[in-house]
């Protein structure tokens, strides 16, 4: 974790405003609210805006076998530190398929004993995160294996948390009750 409490503190679910209910009712009726949810109701029209996206990535409508796409998101989450990102998606990626083994690689990069695939997967991950671009020799390994919706998918995905975890390291969203941060993201 960057900060050790958060610049910007989630909402109290009891006090709410009318604009924050409307976005957070259909969350709190599924269960806690998380908070990078509760964080995000300080800007309600913006955390409208951001489930939409979201929903997307995480949605059977992205290409991605969930798989190859958590590989992708762990990656990401630990590429840019971000202890709240890496730890959610450490549980979804268990339920995903990902081993506790691999979650560990994920860490260790490309050249860790992936498959071609997941090497790909991780490559394509750093590249975005380091220099806002896939090159063309990672580009062409992507559309050998991933069709063109999928390549597109990808880079939305590593956008997309990228995004993710540069608002959840700034506003110092910190892991919700009973997490545990991985220790290899500490300060």
Known sequence: MRLSAPRIAPVDLNDLTAEQHEVLDPLIARGPVLNIF?????????LSRFLEWANYTLSRRNSLPAREREIAI??????????????????????????MDEIEKIKAGADAGWSKVDSLLIEASDELVGGHFIS???????????????????VFTIAQY??????????????????????????
């Open 38 to 46: 509760a964080t995000l109701a300080r800007a309600p029209k913006a």
């Open 74 to 99: 762990l990656r990401v989450g630990y590429l840019c530190k971000s202890g709240y990102e890496f730890t959610q998606h450490t549980r979804i990626g268990l339920d995903c398929g990902l081993t």
């Open 136 to 154: 063309e020799a990672t580009w062409a390994k992507m559309r050998a294996h991933f069709d063109e919706k999928q390549c597109m998918d990808l």
């Open 162 to 187: 990228t995004q993710v975890s540069m608002l959840l390291n700034t506003f110092g969203v910190q892991l919700d009750p009973g997490q545990v941060l991985d220790p290899d993201l500490k300060g």
